[in-house]
């Protein structure tokens, strides 16, 4: 398929990085892959661990908007890097592929909300969170443009 091409990393290497704009796909063909909120800073979070047939850069890609995470090789790394002028050729020809980028998107989405609903549950016990957790839930509300509504929330459930 024109536009498509497949790209080595090394183990270690930075594939895509928080904040920044990639409008490509990118399709593991061989290897694993770390997913990181806040990579290399006092608040590094671990999403999960990637490997064959997982999908990332969507939000890039189909919204041109900049990551929300960070993907590190966690091996040697194969990847399919599909630009967006070709992700209608590739979705016909890879429905399989397809399936597995609607999966991690919903499980990136059910992450975000867990370590939301951690938080407030913290929240209206009375407890204040740690800096850390209150710092990647912003960060990771901010990033799916939710932030001023759960800055609201959590304002509005402090106790006075």
Request: aromatic share 6%; proline share 3%.
């Given at each position: 398929m024109p536009g498509i091409?497949?790209?080595?990393?090394?183990?270690?290497?930075?594939?895509?990085?928080?904040?920044e704009t990639n409008e490509n796909l990118f399709k593991i063909i061989n290897g694993?892959?770390?997913?990181?909120?806040?990579?290399?800073?006092?608040?590094?979070?671990?999403?999960?661990?990637?490997?064959?047939?997982s999908c990332f850069?969507?939000?890039?890609?189909l919204l041109h908007?900049?990551?929300?995470y960070t993907v590190v090789a966690y091996s040697n790394l194969f990847v399919m890097q599909i630009p967006e002028d070709s992700f209608e050729?590739?979705?016909?020809?890879?429905?399989?592929?397809?399936?597995?980028?609607?999966?991690?998107?919903?499980e990136t989405m059910l992450t975000f909300k867990v370590h939301i609903d951690l938080l407030l549950t913290?929240?209206?016990?009375?407890?204040?969170?740690?800096?850390?957790?209150?710092?990647n839930v912003k960060k990771l509300t901010r990033a799916c443009g939710m932030y001023k509504s759960i800055d609201e929330a959590m304002r509005a459930l402090k106790p006075q």
């Open positions: 091409k497949m790209v080595q990393y090394s183990e270690g290497d930075v594939v895509l990085r928080e904040g694993h892959a770390e997913v990181y909120v806040g990579y290399g800073t006092e608040n590094e979070a671990l999403i999960r661990i990637i490997g064959e047939q850069g969507e939000l890039g890609m908007k900049p990551s929300i050729e590739f979705v016909k020809t890879n429905h399989g592929a397809v399936l597995n980028l609607l999966r991690n998107t919903t913290e929240i209206e016990k009375g407890h204040k969170p740690d800096e850390k957790t209150l710092n």
